[in-house]
């Protein structure tokens, strides 16, 4: 039950977030809005308020922004002022006022920007919480393998790593993570010892019982508590890191170099919710809440990422054709676009049903091993 809670708090939350980031600025820029409505599937309830229908659904998954004129069928008026609907009707005499057909190329493109933008302000926030509970990992090496590739290279603990090829590194993770990603290719890192700037190369070394390249470190030996002026830099350079992750992982993904196994959907994000909640629960209320935001601060900056990938039906498509819009001088007739963007919510309805499979098959594989 509590890792039930759990999942549905943060994806909730990165979920309103996204929203609400499309429903202030819609309404910032006059855009009449719907339908506000957090979930999928069938309305626990519902209430409305300044014309909009704000609405809770059964499944916590997912959420939506509907705005007037959208998908092309806004609400107009006939030359008897009575109001139709355009889909019904063929001769368009006028556009409501409120429609997001009716609004400004820039107001329309700050409306669907701003829902990822919105995840990333809440993964910053998060990350500020966090930061100022408990400090940062700074990227000093607290420990060297004997006989592994760092240490033929001199690396020693208490090096401060600043730079891995042309990267410059800022928190522990991203050595990490280059570590993990790597297929081997030489790595040049720039650290400071005593003061004092050196630079080697590693060349990651195969290691058959973890499946993957390694360059025989391990980092984050030195935990610090910051200052005001440090907390931000630092909240700043987790949803950095955030990001830069998320886009390596998708492009290793597009190259074949990671598997489907590494995609995980509501299903496999719940399951994860639930290891974590169990690992830190021992700890004490504070670290599995502490846990709980990072994770929330990981999906909030992955679904920012996600929607603006240039894919029909996500924000990233839309954007399209605003772009679009603004180099043909026109818009795209709106029965065209909708097309495109129903393929795409077809496709992607399609992902959602693999990616269900894969996180269930990936549950039960865990269970039986």
Do not use: W
Not at 94 to 116: M, N
Not at 151 to 173: F, Q
Not at 269 to 278: I, K, P, Q
């Amino acid at each position: 039950m509590a890792t039930v809670i759990s999942f549905i708090i943060i994806f909730g939350l990165i979920v309103l977030a996204h929203e609400l980031g499309h429903y202030l600025l819609g309404r910032k820029n006059g855009i009449t809005v719907t339908e506000f409505f957090i979930g999928m599937g069938p309305t626990l309830f519902s209430f409305e308020k300044g014309g909009t229908k704000f609405s809770l659904k059964l499944f916590p998954i997912g959420g939506a922004c509907l705005f007037e004129g959208e998908t092309g069928n806004s609400i107009e008026k006939n030359e008897e002022g009575n109001e139709t609907d355009n889909e019904n009707q063929e001769a368009i005499t006028e556009i409501s006022e409120g429609s997001f057909l009716r609004a400004s190329v820039g107001a329309r493109f700050s409306t669907i920007l701003a829902g990822p933008i919105f995840n990333f302000l809440l993964a910053y926030l998060i990350g500020l919480v966090i930061i100022g509970y408990i400090g940062i990992d700074l990227p000093v090496i607290d420990y060297v393998s004997p006989g592994g590739q760092a240490e033929a290279a001199g690396l020693m603990p208490g090096d401060v790593v600043t730079k891995i090829n042309n990267e410059k590194i800022h928190i522990y993770r991203q050595i990490f993570f280059i570590s993990f990603t790597s297929r081997g290719e030489p790595l040049d890192v720039t650290f400071e010892r005593n003061g004092e700037k050196n630079q080697v190369t590693i060349i990651p070394r195969y290691n058959d019982e973890l499946g993957r390249y390694v360059i025989g470190i391990n980092a984050g030996g030195e935990n610090t508590k910051t200052g005001s002026l440090s907390l931000f830099k630092n909240a700043y350079y987790e949803v950095k890191f955030g990001m830069v992750s998320t886009l390596k992982s998708l492009k290793m993904l597009v190259q074949g170099q990671l598997s489907a196994d590494n995609i995980a959907g509501p299903v496999g994000m719940a399951s994860m919710v639930g290891e974590t909640y169990e690992m830190a629960r021992p700890h004490g209320m504070g670290i599995v809440i502490l846990n709980m935001l990072n994770i929330a601060m990981i999906l909030s900056v992955n679904l920012g990422i996600m929607n603006l990938l240039p894919i029909p039906a996500l924000d990233g498509g839309r954007l399209i054709f605003i772009i679009l819009e603004m180099i043909r001088g026109k818009p795209i007739p709106p029965e065209k676009e909708g097309m495109v963007h129903l393929a795409g919510m077809i496709a992607l309805m399609l992902l959602m049903v693999f990616v269900l499979y894969n996180d269930i098959a990936q549950i039960f594989a865990k269970r039986l091993s």
